[in-house]
């Protein structure tokens, strides 16, 4: 038994190992080193190219439930970001190259694995993954264009990275280590603005020229990936109620709530670098470095990343794969990750495990695992593969396209509670069936 997995990202790494885990031999395809795109710096797999984040831990948030799921169920992109968790409140954060290394190490040393430098510009004979994610090389995706259906087979939006600076240069006496409700430990750089700070920075943000994107318009941005300035345009309290919220915030110089708090988030292990929370932009570079320096603890901040924008292009999937991520009209070929239109770092690891299990299991001769919609993982499957959706989107998991409980239960924090119980109830019956 052999597959072809073409990408080594989160998606392509998780399929791989799982692929391999259950026998199949497994030749995995990445064009880094000897070819990278806009966003990418590293050579190694699963690479993080926007925040380090991946969202909520907790069982009241439905990424929180994707995670467990995928915990329990072995895969090798959880193993590592719990080995290379940082601090993040009520956040699992990761050390984004302790990550990519961990997840690395682990996929080149599997005996079932061989990788394959460069550039695969068409399908290959036989099984294949396709996991290049959504910036696939343009002669591979007008490849795919011509095997999926078309050019209106596919779609795309636009995403956003947040800029990264030094701790050593964040000045301190204008900031406080604190997380939000005290949840947690005080995990972040919280930066107080004043009610005439932030106005001020909020007009200069609006006006700010922004570097040229082909194709780019407001309307197509991702709303989890909202550049900061798009979202700025939208009002002038509209980031006070979003990323620079200061709700649960208390500034220990003045007692009380700020006007307006930026949350600096650690993006390594060592602490000496941190994420600018919900800064996503698009900015220039130079604007970057004018604009986001009126805010007071970053007026010398050094920056060792500017935020970025890139295309995203992802498949019609209600029209081409089924909930397993076939391609209906040639089941030989799987698709995975973001180009399936799940949206999110944990999202597209979930949807590489559950392609490259069924992958392993039809070869084997076995009957797909019935992951339900009751669970996220199949919730996820099913809204990707539901015909029935017109305006297809990306999608983060939420608690809207898992199957509701039937009954009522009283605050919404433990009705998704009893949601995920029961989600984990059943991945614990099916965990026998999907490992052996």
Request: charged share 25%.
């Amino acid at each position: 038994m052999n597959v072809t997995v073409i990408g080594a990202g989160l998606a392509g790494s998780e399929a791989a190992w799982q692929l391999a885990k259950r026998g199949v031999r497994v030749t995995l395809c990445e064009m880094k080193p000897r070819m990278m795109t806009p966003a990418h710096t590293s050579e190694n797999f699963a690479e993080l190219v926007c925040s380090n984040s991946l969202r909520g831990a907790g069982l009241e948030n439905a990424v929180g439930l994707l995670k467990e799921e995928l915990r329990r169920l072995g895969s090798i992109i959880l193993e590592a970001a719990d080995a290379t968790k940082v601090e993040a409140g009520g956040a699992l954060a990761v050390d984004r190259h302790g990550f990519a290394a961990y997840v690395t190490r682990a996929v080149r040393s599997h005996p079932n694995i061989t990788v394959a430098e460069g550039e695969v510009t068409a399908l290959p004979e036989g099984e294949a993954l396709v996991a290049t994610g959504p910036l696939t090389s343009d002669a591979l995706a007008e490849h795919l264009r011509g095997v999926t259906g078309g050019e209106n087979a596919a779609l795309h939006f636009f995403d956003a990275a947040a800029p990264l600076v030094t701790f050593e240069s964040i000045d301190m006496s204008r900031a406080w280590f604190a997380s939000r409700y005290d949840k947690g430990t005080a995990d972040y750089v919280n930066c107080a603005m004043s009610e005439t700070e932030y106005k001020a920075f909020w007009k200069e943000l609006c006006a700010a020229r922004e570097a040229e994107v082909h194709g780019f318009e407001d309307k197509n941005v991702f709303e989890g990936c909202m550049p900061v300035e798009v979202m700025a345009r939208r009002g002038e309290d509209t980031l006070r109620y979003g990323p620079l919220k200061p709700r649960g915030l208390r500034d220990p110089a003045t007692g009380r709530e700020p006007y307006a708090v930026v949350q600096l988030r650690k993006d390594n292990a060592d602490g000496s670098v941190y994420n600018l929370v919900g800064f996503q932009t698009h900015l220039k570079f130079g604007e970057q470095k004018r604009v986001f320096s009126m805010i007071p603890a970053l007026r010398n901040a050094e920056y060792v990343r500017y935020g970025v924008m890139h295309r995203n292009t992802y498949l019609d999937s209600p029209r081409l794969l089924d909930r397993y991520y076939r391609l209906k009209k040639e089941p030989r070929v799987t698709f995975a990750g973001q180009m399936t239109g799940v949206e999110g770092y944990v999202e597209s690891a979930g949807s590489g495990f559950l392609a490259g299990v069924e992958l392993a299991r039809r070869l084997r001769g076995e009957e797909p695992v019935d992951f339900p919609r009751e669970t996220a993982l199949g919730a996820l499957s099913l809204y990707v593969s539901d015909e029935s959706v017109r305006d297809f989107q990306p999608m983060n998991i939420n608690f809207g396209i898992i199957a509701p409980l039937g009954y009522k239960v009283r605050g919404k924090r433990n009705k998704n509670q009893e949601i995920s119980q029961r989600s984990l109830e059943i991945i614990e019956r099916l965990k026998a069936e999907v490992l052996g």
